[in-house]
């Protein structure tokens, strides 16, 4: 039962480059998430997937694309990398719209020159 | 959205020392979680609390909803529970939101 599983877990773009973070729960959860954590900023909601076939904005969408291929996945894509992008990426599962538990995967640190 | 505030921002502890970690949200929630990223960046659920009070172990948590707040207690703390202490918080849309956290850190 490997929980939430990311990949890559680390990644070194130049300015400009495109890339897609995945992600993947075996937990049968109904909501999935993409934060961003920056130095002294806490974890900021890039995107969220409240079920399967639907996704919205969370707090700092921009510059990012996400996709619920099914329950399972959901993979953020970054179109054309920014400096500003640099940052750990943390994909987190959540059994309940309502409650429950949010179990996160182990984070992908990628970094834009 | 809401809003989420943490106190203290950083707490620096003797081993065996009791501390009080607070978090203050601005709005109703039906969910509230407290979590630990140890060191190494994992981000571990320490507690699912939207209202009442909880222990595990030395850790205990209390959420008192109707004055938006609650607080995580750490007893005789140890130098394996530094790191950084998040509270997340959902109120009644979707968005599960996160506070700065409160950076701990227990010297030996």
């Known amino acids: 039962n490997a929980g939430v599983t990311q990949t890559p877990k680390f990644q070194v773009l130049k300015t400009g480059q495109s890339m897609t973070l995945q992600c993947a729960q075996d937990m049968n959860h109904n909501s999935m998430y993409w934060y961003r954590q920056d130095p002294g900023m806490g974890l900021r909601l890039i995107y969220y997937s409240a079920s399967e076939g639907t996704t919205d904005k969370g707090e700092v969408p921009n510059g990012y694309n996400v996709s619920r291929l099914n329950k399972r996945e959901f993979s953020l894509r970054l179109e054309s990398a920014a400096p500003s992008q640099t940052s750990v990426y943390f994909c987190a599962s959540l059994f309940q719209l309502q409650a429950g538990v949010l179990f996160f995967g182990e984070g992908s640190r990628l970094t834009v020159l | 959205g809401i809003q989420v505030e943490q106190s203290p921002p950083d707490l620096i502890l003797q081993e065996g020392a009791n501390s009080t970690l607070r978090c203050n949200f601005s709005?109703?929630?039906?969910?509230l979680q407290w979590f630990h990223q140890n060191p190494w960046g994992q981000l571990i659920n320490l507690f699912y609390i939207p209202s009442g009070t909880k222990q595990n172990g030395r850790l205990s948590a209390t959420t008192v909803a109707t004055e938006r707040y609650s607080l995580l207690y750490i007893s005789s703390s140890q130098t394996t529970d530094s790191g950084v202490y998040f509270c997340?918080?959902?109120?009644?849309?979707?968005?599960?939101?996160f506070g700065a956290g409160t950076t701990v850190t227990v010297r030996a």
């Open positions: 997340a918080v959902k109120s009644y849309d979707y968005k599960l939101s």
């Open positions: 709005d109703s929630v039906n969910n």
